[in-house]
Nanobody, 115 residues
Framework: QVRLVESGGGSVQAGESLRLSCTVS????????MGWYRQAPGKQRDLVAT???????TYADSVKGRFNISRNKARNTVYLQMNSLKSEDTGVYYC?????????WGQGTQVTVSS
């Protein structure tokens, strides 16, 4: 059974940084695209960043230049380095991975940025 475990969320002041991690276990097949989504209170879940198996990345316009996504293939882990955080970055951040066209989600980790 595939399992995603996220960590690294918390409460910070605007301008500070956080690093999220998501480790995948239980997969027998290679992990394809890995990504992060976030859901602000009362809003839909939106894409933040993705990274392919050959480390091509995409970012939401709102986080370009501030966030960096990376992955460690050996550890089955994806990271999201978040710098210069803003209050509008507040939300629950979800890890997402695709394994042979099947999507898996983490349980979410709360990020709260106070201005």
């Amino acid at each position: 059974q595939v399992r995603l475990v996220e960590s690294g969320g918390g409460s910070v002041q605007a301008g500070e940084s956080l690093r999220l991690s998501c480790t995948v276990s239980g997969n027998r097949l290679p992990i394809g695209v890995m990504g992060w989504y976030r859901q602000a209170p009362g809003k839909q879940r939106d894409l933040v960043a993705t990274i392919t198996i050959d480390t091509r990345t995409t970012y939401a316009d709102s986080v370009k230049g501030r966030f960096n996504i990376s992955r460690n293939k050996a550890r089955n882990t994806v990271y999201l380095q978040m710098n210069s955080l803003k209050s509008e970055d507040t939300g629950v951040y979800y890890c997402n991975v695709r394994i042979r066209d099947v999507e898996y989600w983490g349980q979410g980790t709360q990020v709260t940025v106070s201005s």
